[in-house]
Each structure stands twice: as structure tokens, then as C-alpha cells.
């Protein structure tokens, strides 16, 4: 059964550092997202993005985080100087169409820490 | 805005045992309601869904009924496992042309032999 992969599964990262963190959709969705959960907290919406481009973003996805596909697989997410705030379980998500009724499907995350 | 609210964890229970997670929501229209599952070490998955009021979604045995005039989608089985040990987020999407998840803040199920 296809699934979303993420990589890598931990990073430790010192504070003021960029980190990049790379996710592989479903191959045939077209919708990707972004979702973090800091520890203890609620899962939180961060971007979701389409056709190249951004559809959507929360509050949190400020100036220091960016989105890229750089090719046909890959989708990653930038944290340019990372703050303390940052250390959090970061999920990725694909599907098809970005409608109510459609399944969001899900990577297995990379727990970012910032030291 | 939207959000959701689930009860506290963790929920502990022996094998066989009924389990209810209560779930209620807040949204501005007529969302689509969502149970995801994290088995430890692996990401979301989706347990199962309902789009419209009355709905039932129903997958391995796990049950929910979208209650518009509670605004309720609790999560229930008739008798657990150790394997359903897991922690269960309850979510919503607005069925108004966005497409973002809301989620609960989780509950864990730990199950015992």
C-alpha cells in the first residue's frame, strides 16, 4: 500500500541552525501539508500547498519557514534559524483532492529538537 | 474559529472492556468529522470518517456517530485489545472549500492482558 515517507525520523539541532525536513507524498496526490505537534500540545495546521505553490497558511508558518517541491517526488519543509519553540513532532500529508470528505494521509513524522 | 475537544488520557483498560472516547467539536459550518490513530512509533492513520449529520463511520470494530445537535463524534468498541493500545486523535475539516485538519489534542489507550 503506498504511503507518505519522511525523513529523517529525529534531528537535533542547535538553536539559530536551518533544518530541512523532506517528506515523499503518495505519488498520484496533487494536495501536500505540513502539521506539528509540540510535545503534549494539539496537532497544528501549517501550510498546505498545491500546483506548486502555497494554498494555505496558519499563523505559525512565519517568514523563517518555506516549502518546496524540488522536483517530482520530494516536499520539504525549511526552518531557516531555528528557536527553541521550533521542537516539535513535524508530520507531513498527502491526498488526492483537498475536499471535507477526503483522507488526509499521513507520514510517520520527524521529531525536531532544538538545543 | 474551529476546534475540537477530546477527553484526557490516558485511558487505561483491561482486554475486552467497552471503550469510549468522547469527542465534541466547534465549527462555523457542516464539517467532516475524522478519527486518526498513532500506534507508537508510526504516524497518523485514518481509523475512520463521517461527512454529514447521522453518519456512522466504522472500521475494526471502532464505531462513531456524527451527533450535529451535540456536536458529539465519540469513538466506541465493544471490547478492546491490547493491540488498539494507541493514542486516538479526533479531527474535523470544514466542508467549505478549505481543506486543513483541526485536531483534538489526543487521548492515549493503554490496554492491559
Known amino acids: 500500500e503506498p504511503e507518505v515517507t519522511q525523513t529523517p525520523s529525529h534531528q537535533v539541532t542547535q538553536m539559530g541552525q536551518e533544518v530541512i525536513l523532506r517528506c515523499v507524498p503518495i505519488?498520484?496526490?496533487?494536495?501536500f501539508y505540513w502539521y506539528r505537534q509540540i510535545l503534549g500540545q494539539k496537532v497544528e495546521f501549517l501550510v498546505s500547498?498545491?500546483?506548486?505553490?502555497?494554498?494555505?497558511k496558519s499563523e505559525i508558518f512565519d517568514d523563517q519557514f518555506s516549502v518546496e517541491r524540488p522536483d517530482g517526488s520530494n516536499f520539504t519543509l525549511k526552518i531557516r534559524s531555528t528557536k527553541l519553540e521550533d521542537s516539535a513532532m513535524y508530520f507531513c500529508?498527502?491526498?488526492?483532492?483537498?475536499?471535507?470528505?477526503?483522507?488526509?494521509?499521513f507520514g510517520p513524522g520527524t521529531r525536531l529538537l532544538v538545543l | 474559529g474551529n476546534s475540537v475537544t477530546q477527553m484526557e488520557g490516558p485511558v487505561t483498560l483491561s482486554e475486552e472492556a467497552f471503550l469510549t472516547i468522547n469527542c465534541t467539536y466547534t465549527a462555523t459550518g457542516y464539517p467532516s468529522l475524522f478519527w486518526y490513530v498513532q500506534y507508537p512509533g508510526e504516524g497518523l492513520q485514518l481509523l475512520l470518517k463521517a461527512t454529514k449529520a447521522d453518519d456512522k463511520g466504522s472500521n475494526k470494530g471502532f464505531e462513531a456517530t456524527y451527533r450535529k445537535e451535540t456536536t458529539s463524534f465519540h469513538l466506541e468498541k465493544g471490547s478492546v485489545q491490547v493491540s488498539d493500545s494507541a493514542v486516538y486523535f479526533c479531527a474535523l475539516i470544514e466542508n467549505s472549500g478549505y481543506s486543513t485538519l483541526t485536531f483534538g489534542k489526543g487521548t492515549m489507550l493503554l490496554v492491559s492482558p
Open positions: 500529508a498527502s491526498t488526492i483532492l483537498a475536499s471535507g470528505s477526503e483522507t488526509q494521509y
Open positions: 500547498f498545491y500546483n506548486n505553490e502555497i494554498s494555505e
Open positions: 505519488s498520484n496526490h496533487l494536495y
